[in-house]
C-alpha cells in the first residue's frame, strides 16, 4: 500500500447510447488492446440480442445480472505469523460491480458460440435468470467465506 494519499476515484462518463455507466463499466472490461469502439460494437450487439430474447429492456437484464453475480463476501490472503490464512471480507459496491462484470467476462468469453456478442448476450441472460457459470462463481466465494470464518478476526 502506498504511504502516499490514495488516488483519486476517475469519473467514468455513461455511454451514449444507453446513457448506463454500467454499460460503460463492461465495455471498459471487454477492452481488447484498447480498442474501445470494438468493444463498444460488441456490447451494443449483445444488448440488442437480450432484447429480442426476453423481449424487455436489456439494461434491465444487464443491471439484474449484475446484481445476481455481486458476490457479498470474499476471501483475502492475510500473512499472519509465518501463516497464510483466507480472511472472509466484506465486498464494498464498486468493488462488488467490478467482481461481477469481470466474472461475467471471463465466463461469458468460454462460452461455446458464434460471436462473442452471442456469447455476452446468453451469460447475462443465465445471470440474470440465476443460472449459469457466474452464479455458480458467487456461491463459490460465498462458500468458502463461509469454510473461513474462523479467520474473521483477522480482518483489517
Not at 112 to 139: F, H, Q, S, Y
Request: proline content about 3%; hydrophobic content about 40%.
Amino acid at each position: 500500500m502506498s504511504r502516499r494519499s490514495t488516488a483519486k476515484k476517475r469519473l467514468i462518463l455513461p455511454d451514449p447510447i444507453y446513457n448506463s455507466r454500467l454499460v460503460t463499466l463492461l465495455i471498459n472490461h471487454m477492452l481488447k488492446d484498447g480498442k474501445k469502439s470494438i468493444a463498444r460494437s460488441f456490447i451494443y450487439e449483445a444488448l440488442k440480442i437480450i432484447e429480442e430474447k426476453k423481449g424487455s429492456d436489456p439494461l434491465e437484464v444487464l443491471e439484474q445480472a449484475v446484481r445476481n453475480s455481486t458476490p457479498l463476501i470474499e476471501v483475502k490472503a492475510r500473512r499472519i505469523g509465518g501463516s497464510t490464512y483466507q480472511v472472509p471480507m466484506e465486498v464494498r459496491v464498486d468493488r462488488g460491480i467490478t467482481l461481477a462484470l469481470r466474472v461475467v467476462n471471463s465466463f461469458s468469453l468460454q462460452r461455446l458460440g458464434k460471436t462473442i456478442a452471442v456469447k455476452l448476450a446468453n451469460e447475462l441472460i443465465d445471470a440474470a435468470n440465476e443460472t449459469g457459470n457466474t452464479i455458480k462463481k458467487r456461491e463459490e466465494m460465498h462458500r468458502m467465506a463461509e469454510a473461513n470464518k474462523a479467520f474473521v478476526h483477522y480482518r483489517y
